[in-house]
């Protein structure tokens, strides 16, 4: 048993054993917070420097990921590149194939017209009666033409027809031009009836080589027929056979598509004067 000035001191005792260490704890813990916080800074330095390893190594795998990216992009960037210099290759290519082949089919075009004129003036030519006189005029004024305006007067010119009385005189014109008119006359007169005119000679008109015409919207060639959509070969002396697409079918001309994307055009008359032959491409 214990009087109350035991207790009171055991109780002091106590009190002040708690109290140190209540301030043993705190000193304590305010140590371990600055050394925490010394060591936080020190980190925080080395990631400034560079030299902290929890930053070089997320640093070195960012780096080598910009390389690969890097280096993915040049190749990339090579690819586009040469793909636009092919693909602009590709349209010289075409455009140049394309404007050959309208020169070839214009020089075509020009050719069979010249033909066709040359023809008609064949055929005029053999139904004109005219004297050697006018074609001696024609050539010399061919060879030495004189100034219209000039004052000499021209010498008149005697046409010879067959179904009037006299010689007609013609002042100041031009001898196509007379050959013009008295083609014009002879022609009217060939209208008015057979008993006025001499019969002319019967003209000879070209051979085809080739049967091809169109009949509602379809091309007959050489026994074969052929429609809008269908792959035809085209061919032509001296060069190499062509594919293509007939694309329209009107009534003298043939329009068709190449693979590269150019529309071009035959004439009927090509494929019957044998320039040009076509074939079913069953490829």
């Known amino acids: 048993e214990m009087d109350d000035e035991d207790c009171e001191r055991r109780r002091m005792e106590c009190l002040d054993e708690m109290s140190n260490l209540e301030k043993q704890f705190t000193d304590l813990?305010?140590?371990?917070?600055?050394?925490?916080?010394?060591?936080?800074?020190?980190?925080?330095?080395?990631?400034i420097a560079g030299k902290a390893p929890e930053y070089l190594e997320p640093l070195a795998a960012l780096q080598e990921?910009?390389?690969?990216?890097t280096k993915v992009a040049g190749i990339y960037r090579e690819l586009c590149l040469e793909s636009?210099?092919?693909?602009?290759?590709?349209?010289?290519?075409?455009?140049?194939?394309?404007?050959?082949?309208?020169?070839?089919?214009l020089y075509d075009t020009v050719q069979s017209e010249l033909e066709e004129k040359i023809r008609r003036l064949e055929e005029d030519r053999h139904s004109i009666d005219i004297?050697?006189?006018?074609?001696?005029?024609?050539?010399?004024?061919r060879k030495k033409r004189k100034d219209p305006f000039s004052p000499d007067k021209k010498k008149p010119v005697v046409v010879e027809c067959l179904n009037f009385s006299r010689p007609y005189i013609v002042y100041m014109l031009q001898d196509l031009d007379i050959l013009e008119d008295w083609t014009t006359?002879?022609?009217?007169?060939?209208?008015?009836?057979?008993?006025?005119?001499?019969?002319?000679?019967?003209?000879?008109?070209?051979?085809?080589l080739h049967s091809a015409r169109s009949e509602e919207g379809?091309?007959?060639?050489?026994?074969?027929?052929?429609?809008?959509?269908?792959?035809?070969?085209?061919?032509k002396k001296d060069e190499c056979p062509t594919s293509a697409i007939i694309t329209t079918i009107n009534h003298d001309e043939v329009w068709f598509k190449r693979p590269d994307g150019s529309k071009s055009?035959?004439?009927?008359?090509?494929?019957?004067?044998?320039?040009?032959s076509i074939k079913h491409n069953h490829n």
């Open 29 to 47: 813990k305010d140590q371990l917070y600055k050394e925490r916080l010394s060591q936080v800074d020190a980190k925080l330095q080395e990631v």
């Open 65 to 69: 990921n910009m390389q690969i990216r």
């Open 218 to 235: 379809r091309l007959y060639y050489d026994g074969e027929w052929y429609g809008r959509g269908q792959t035809i070969c085209i061919d």
């Open 84 to 105: 636009v210099k092919n693909k602009y290759e590709c349209e010289i290519q075409a455009s140049r194939q394309h404007c050959e082949s309208e020169k070839l089919l």
């Open 185 to 208: 006359i002879r022609k009217a007169m060939a209208t008015l009836g057979p008993h006025r005119v001499k019969p002319e000679p019967p003209v000879k008109l070209e051979k085809h």
């Open 131 to 141: 004297t050697s006189e006018l074609w001696n005029d024609e050539l010399q004024s």
């Open 265 to 276: 055009k035959l004439y009927i008359s090509q494929l019957q004067k044998g320039k040009y």
